[in-house]
């Protein structure tokens, strides 16, 4: 899969001859898709480890669709090339416990556990919509010691920001580090403010598995979509770095969502939700292709950052 560095929309509405339009003013990652791939084949039996064994590459055929422009699911933000980029240090402790992921299936979290909206009033009180310098975007209260995550285009150039928490009270929040090739960003904030979000396991989903996104599309905070796993054996490059494996759900993902969780109907979270697809370049909202970073990865790069 070909994929574009990231672009942005000039203020003066001409788009750089280099670059591809994304979503918002400025927009943040974009990436070209030249080619679609075959259907990928089903996942493998699980592993003495229980999890599911990655079936071999297969051939991939040159489509004659329109090229799919995956652009990152933010209202605004610029987003740069190069490695990963530590801003700033994080005054919590080093020491102490790590960020914990429990299994899928084992937690009622309310009345009418395992539906949409169970997940739903499980996961709103932990996720916040970002406000960094002009940009807006999603994110979740990570641990119990203030730590939130989110998209590394959501904040990257700031060293603070704001978080707007679902009460509609607002924090600051301290930038602790991020890495543009994962595209994780880990920022802390005041941990009696905050509520902590269950962390799942994104090696247990499964294709058809139902899901949630939850964000803040064109700053609507505290927005719920409902969808499934579509796949999570896709391969996408961010920020330039090397392709890797990402979550493809069809929960509806817009401008505004960069950074939030995708949950499985435990309300636990299974992923980051990063980036959307459009058609041929056009500056779109969802078209029922999203993407996210899956929270196993991520939850290890956040655990780097916060290490130093």
């Known amino acids: 899969?070909?994929?574009?560095?990231?672009?942005?929309?000039?203020?003066?509405?001409?788009?750089?001859?280099?670059?591809?339009?994304?979503?918002?003013?400025?927009?943040?990652?974009?990436?070209?898709?030249?080619?679609?791939?075959?259907?990928?084949?089903?996942a493998g039996p699980?592993?003495?480890?229980?999890?599911?064994?990655?079936?071999?590459?297969?051939?991939?055929?040159?489509?004659?669709?329109?090229?799919?422009?995956?652009?990152?699911?933010?209202?605004g933000g610029l987003a740069g090339a190069g490695a990963a980029v530590v801003l700033g240090p994080d005054d919590a402790?080093?020491?102490g416990p790590s960020i914990v992921a429990q299994p899928p299936t084992r937690r009622a979290p309310a009345s009418g556990a395992g539906t949409e909206e169970a997940a739903a009033q499980t996961i709103l009180p932990s996720v916040v919509q970002i406000r960094a310098g002009r940009s807006t975007g999603s994110g979740f209260v990570l641990d119990d010691r203030g730590h939130v995550m989110t998209n590394h285009h959501v904040i990257e150039g700031e060293s603070s920001v704001t978080l707007q928490l679902a009460s509609g009270r607002t924090v600051r929040a301290t930038v602790v580090g991020?890495?543009?090739?994962?595209?994780?960003?880990?920022?802390?904030?005041?941990?009696?403010?905050?509520?902590?979000?269950?962390?799942?396991?994104?090696?247990?989903?499964?294709?058809?598995q139902p899901v949630i996104a939850v964000g803040s599309p064109l700053g609507l905070d505290g927005t719920v979509t409902a969808g499934i796993v579509s796949t999570v054996e896709r391969s996408a490059r961010l920020g330039g770095g090397a392709s890797q494996r990402v979550i493809q759900t069809d929960a509806s993902v817009n401008p505004g969502n960069s950074g939030g969780p995708l949950v499985n109907l435990d309300g636990q979270v299974v992923g980051v939700n990063t980036a959307i697809a459009?058609?041929?370049?056009?500056?779109?909202?969802?078209?029922?292709?999203?993407?996210?970073?899956?929270?196993?990865?991520?939850?290890?790069?956040?655990?780097e950052i916060i290490d130093g």
């Open 178 to 208: 991020s890495s543009e090739e994962d595209d994780i960003a880990v920022l802390r904030a005041d941990p009696q403010a905050l509520e902590p979000a269950q962390i799942g396991q994104s090696s247990a989903l499964r294709i058809g």
């Open 1 to 42: 899969m070909s994929l574009m560095p990231p672009g942005h929309t000039p203020t003066s509405g001409q788009a750089s001859p280099q670059r591809w339009l994304g979503l918002g003013q400025p927009a943040g990652p974009d990436f070209l898709r030249r080619a679609l791939p075959d259907r990928p084949a089903p």
């Open 93 to 95: 402790p080093t020491s």
């Open 278 to 303: 459009t058609i041929s370049g056009r500056a779109s909202g969802s078209i029922g292709i999203g993407f996210a970073v899956p929270i196993d990865r991520a939850v290890d790069v956040a655990e």
């Open 46 to 75: 699980p592993d003495s480890t229980g999890s599911a064994t990655v079936p071999p590459g297969r051939e991939r055929r040159r489509s004659r669709l329109p090229a799919l422009l995956l652009a990152s699911a933010l209202s």
